[in-house]
């Protein structure tokens, strides 16, 4: 099965989205869904979130499927095409996906802003990390950092996977912190990404 795009540009970003999931994660999986002309491109990078990619498409097109994500970014033509690989099965987030409604508005800053928290948060792991072989202490250095607010209770770990994947983008774009009784999520210039409150992250640093 093959996917039209609207643009060029569509083709470039989504090209861009899955390299970086795949230079994170070279087993990665995404969920592609559409129910009409704009594609869903779901993923789970190893930072304990849930991203989302939208991508336009050329024509309407009913799809729901988890495919890899190497093989969809081998299928990419230089065109607008986009060659669908076999579905495969997927890891545990493909069927916890965060809710479509209910969210609220909790915070408002930029791109630039949330950059800036990522930076101070890395350099502030490092820190604390230098030296440090107990995993169980790292894992508390982790959790201390990367589950910092960043905008309004969004935790600064889902800054850091926006940035990873370049869904911040490099410009200065509007970020917006929403959030449900069991969410809390990013939206971004490129996309939003996910966080499902309770969750801890892992240990990761870029």
Known sequence: ??????????????RQYLERLVALDNRAAV????????????????????????????SVCELDATVSAQRLLE????????????????????????????????????????????????FFFRQRAEGVTDRKQLEEIAGDVWERACVAEVPVRAAHAADALGLLGPGDGAVIAYATDSWTRLAVPGGSVAVRRGLLPELFVF
């Open 1 to 14: 099965m093959r996917l039209s795009l609207a643009s060029s540009r569509e083709q470039q970003g989504l």
């Open 31 to 58: 969920r592609l869904q559409s129910t009409g002309m704009a594609l869903g491109v779901w993923s789970g990078p190893p930072f304990d979130v849930v991203a989302l990619k939208p991508v336009a498409l050329g």
């Open 75 to 122: 299928g990419l033509d230089a065109g607008i095409d986009v060659h669908l690989p076999p579905s495969v099965p997927g890891p545990m987030w493909v069927g916890l996906l965060p809710p479509r409604k209910g969210w609220e508005v909790r915070g408002r800053s930029d791109a630039a802003n949330v950059r800036a928290a990522v930076d101070s948060a890395k």
